[in-house]
């Protein structure tokens, strides 16, 4: 980047999330956590339940919908999610309104997406949409010791495209997403369209929200 945009720009790097802010994936995921269940019987989740319930990574996403005696089977059942996910992984998922055309105008910034699903996964829904060639990197719960809202894996971003916090802005539509910034020292914007919604963002000290995502390249020029 330039002297000229940096001047011009409030930021140098954008962090965004991916589930429930770049891309809608709640059918492909609760599709997957149904068949993973599907040997114990369980009834079937809605998209709508899936978005409550995931965030924090697949083992987590398994612990919330497991009895305790059915623990046991925990590593089953997500071998079995993750396998399904895998082959399923945009059978419905689908990038949210304005996201391709946004992303292709903010070349003046560095890119990168942080997730807590695994790296792979990641990026199989980022070629598979063609949305991979706007990021300069893309992580996942496997690619740093913890996940958010962990700062660790934020801060690693920073660091291997060489920009410091206070020029970051971390994009995210839940409270793990602005927790992780925050405690990256990092501006945060919450995206009310997502899995979590306005009340949850805010209550998680956003700085910005935005209810569409061509909102946001008007937060990151100085004005």
Known sequence: MTDALKNRNRFELIIFDLDGTLVDSAEDLAEALNYATLPLGHEPVSAATI?????E???KLIDKVLYKNELEMKNEVAARFT???LHHITNHTRAYPHVPEILARMKDFKKAVISNKKEELSKKVLIDLNLIKYFDLVMGSDSA???KPSPLPLITAAERL????ERCFMVGDSQFDMVAGKRA????CGVTYGFRGKK???ESGADYLVDSFDEIPDLLVKR
């Open 145 to 147: 010791a913890e996940r």
């Open 200 to 202: 949850i963002l805010a």
């Open 57 to 59: 990574g697949v083992s």
């Open 51 to 55: 978005k409550t319930l995931v965030g």
């Open 83 to 85: 396998d399904y996910y």
């Open 162 to 165: 060489g920009v410091t916090p």
């Open 185 to 188: 020292g990092m501006k945060t």
